[in-house]
């Protein structure tokens, strides 16, 4: 794959490697799909890369990720490569982190680190950046305390971390402090929106959310059938925080439409949790229209995984339909054959929002649903 240029900004950051693992803890079926999706999420952090790895794996080691063989290769890799920084695809454990660190003699990020600095960068909302704080407070809690051998040394000044404190116990109390005032903040702003949601339940106006897996057209589809103008770009996570608007049907049936944040493969867990207050709206939503990008190969794999989000946030037994989105994309041979793979996924419609006709299909649906 051919390496993007430099940039001003690139110039100045150190010589970087990205690495794409493949291996039997994999959700997508497609080794392809999966590096260029985690290419996407490099790109989208925005900070880009000199060289990329790939390789499969086929155990995973508990100290440091690879097994020796595979390691002593990635090793050569960074050194011949000059590498003074490696971007991991895969999540990784404190101890394996730390070890790779040491082992490549370099910073490493993995895949929750990157996609934690992705949500800091884009969330616009109070609510959305506490929560992206919580997550990342959550994250460091993880990685700092304990890590190395200064965090074990005494402090013994009177006033400040108390005498005989290690640096370990003070930085478990500062994030303790963070976390507390961060969920304070959350806590108003959630008094708030049970509020906004108690006089929306009092009206019986039907709530339809929006999910999906990232990147699949979701803000694109509120827009086409809202007439808003929510930021729908083509990356990955341009949208993280809940938004709600009205939509009326044959000029007198009122329904409210909700757009949420997009999933993806190896959700942080972090942010899964902080980010449940905003997706337990789904609890309330009276039908879930799961967007799937059918232009993608990997589009039975992305349901799989939202499916799987979905039964981790409770909400698996609401009623769903199936928006088979941009539709556009394909020959009229591609959308005989995919007709065939759909009898599971009912019921379903199938749109793309480039055009009014385009996502008429889906109106059509939702007129004739039993709310």
């Known amino acids: 794959m051919a390496k993007p240029e430099a940039t001003s900004t690139e110039l100045i950051r150190p010589k970087t490697a990205i690495v794409g ?3 039997p803890h994999n959700r997508m079926r497609n080794p392809q799909y999966y590096y260029d999706e985690f290419v996407s999420l490099v790109n989208t ?4 890369y000199d060289e990329s790895y790939f390789t499969k794996v086929r155990t995973i080691d508990n100290n440091h990720f690879f097994t020796k063989g595979k390691l002593e290769e990635l090793t050569k890799f960074c050194i011949d490569n000059e590498i003074k920084q490696v971007i991991f695809s895969e999540p ?5 982190e730390r070890n790779l660190e040491d082992a490549l003699c370099c910073p ?39 890590k190395g051998k200064e965090f074990a040394q005494q402090s013994g000044f009177i006033g400040t971390r108390g005498p005989g404190e290690t640096y370990k116990e003070e930085i478990k109390r500062h994030f303790a ?3 507390r005032q961060a969920r304070k903040k959350l806590e108003a702003l959630q008094n708030a929106r049970v509020v906004q949601r108690k006089q ?7 709530l339809i959310s929006i999910i999906g897996y990232t990147n699949a057209g979701k803000s694109s589809l509120l827009n086409r059938l809202t007439k808003s103008d929510i930021l729908a770009e083509d990356k990955l996570f341009a949208t993280l925080d809940t938004t709600t608007r009205e939509l009326f049907l044959d000029h007198k049936r009122k329904y409210l439409i909700s757009d949420t944040v997009g999933f993806i493969s190896n959700l942080p867990h972090n942010l899964i949790a902080a980010f449940k207050s905003t997706l337990d ?18 589009w039975e794999d992305q349901i799989d995984v ?6 981790d946030l409770g909400v698996s037994t609401k009623p769903v339909m199936y928006v088979f989105n941009k539709m556009d994309k394909l020959s009229s041979e591609e959308r005989e054959a995919l007709q065939e793979r759909l009898a599971e996924y009912t019921p379903a419609v199938f749109i793309h929002t480039m055009s009014k006709e385009g996502s008429a299909p889906l109106l059509e649906a939702i007129k004739k649903y039993a709310f």
């Open 45 to 48: 952090f925005g900070e880009g």
């Open 281 to 298: 709206e789904l609890t309330f939503a009276h039908l879930l229209l799961h967007v799937v990008d059918v232009s993608n190969p990997s």
């Open 306 to 311: 939202v499916n799987e989000t979905l039964r």
């Open 200 to 206: 929306r339940l009092e009206t019986n106006t039907p």
């Open 21 to 23: 693992i493949f291996g």
């Open 92 to 96: 990784l454990s404190p101890v394996q």
């Open 177 to 179: 402090d963070k976390t």
């Open 108 to 146: 490493v990020m993995d895949r929750e680190n990157l996609i934690l600095n992705i949500f800091s960068n884009s969330a616009k909302t109070a609510e959305g950046k506490i929560q992206t704080e919580i997550a990342v407070i959550e994250f460091m809690r993880t990685r700092l305390v304990g």
